[in-house]
């Protein structure tokens, strides 16, 4: 069975510090994809990153950075220089990885409420 | 980038009745379409998954006479709420897959979600 662990249900920071959101998952699975999304007060789901299995390689994405470490099963996201439209809940997901193009269903975390004060 | 989109954004029925919550890729033909349920404050809970002319696969817990889902082709999924109760009330979103040559998994886009409010 897979599973997500947002331990962080809530974090508030002032505007322009750095934030780390933690993702810690659990699977069977050899392969598998990681993803982290944005769900503003609207409601509506932004992609921000996937990531297999196979690629260990940290991200940078302007502001946005993702650390993936598999020997930890963590995928943390850090925002520099936060924001105040950064503040959403932010949800960490797995899939299995299918072989031929198919795709699966997401296992999501409780996802972590971000709060920036300005 | 690919577009899902979800039609009502939002419904507000009276218990008893049946809502029909559409699903539609509009620039791609998606073979899996997946339908998620998050109430208030909670995560995303996966409900079921649906493959273009077949039965839909729900996840354990979801009850699938109450929850129909139908994928008729391959850019549009429906899904059903029969006999809606209060404790139905919830955001209800999509998500569709669209297969990608030379790549392991195909690329997943969600819709604006479906908030159903049954009084």
């Known amino acids: 069975a897979q599973k997500v662990t947002q331990a962080q249900t809530e974090i508030s920071v002032v505007e322009k510090e750095d934030v780390t959101l933690d993702c810690v998952y659990e699977?069977?699975?050899?392969?598998?994809?990681l993803f982290w999304y944005k769900q503003p007060p609207s409601g509506e789901l932004v992609f921000l990153i996937r990531?297999?299995?196979?690629?260990?390689q940290n991200e940078i994405s302007g502001r946005y950075s993702w650390n993936f470490q598999k020997s930890t099963s963590s995928f943390n996201f850090t925002i520099t220089a936060s924001q105040v439209v950064d503040s959403a809940v932010y949800f960490c997901?797995?899939?299995?990885?299918?072989?031929?193009?198919?795709?699966?269903?997401?296992?999501f975390g409780k996802g972590t409420h971000l709060i920036i004060q300005p | 980038g690919a577009v899902v989109s979800q039609h009502p954004s939002w419904v507000i029925c009276k218990s008893g009745t049946s809502v029909k919550i559409e699903c539609r890729s509009l620039d791609f033909q998606a073979t899996t379409m997946f339908w998620y349920r998050q109430f208030p404050k909670q995560s995303l809970m996966l409900m079921a998954t649906?493959?273009?002319?077949?039965?839909?696969?729900?996840e354990q817990g979801v009850e699938k006479d109450k929850f129909l889902i139908n994928h008729a082709s391959l850019t549009l999924s429906t899904l059903t709420v029969t006999s809606a109760h209060p404790e139905d009330s919830s955001f209800y979103i999509c998500?569709?897959?669209?297969?990608?040559?030379?790549?392991?998994?195909?690329?997943?886009?969600f819709g604006e979600g479906s908030r159903l409010t049954v009084l």
């Open positions: 649906s493959n273009e002319g077949s039965k839909a696969t729900y």
């Open positions: 997901a797995l899939s299995e990885l299918y072989s031929g193009g198919g795709a699966d269903g997401l296992t």
């Open positions: 699977t069977r699975d050899t392969t598998y994809y």
């Open positions: 990531r297999n299995s196979f690629d260990e």
């Open positions: 998500s569709a897959s669209r297969r990608t040559s030379g790549s392991l998994a195909g690329e997943l886009f």
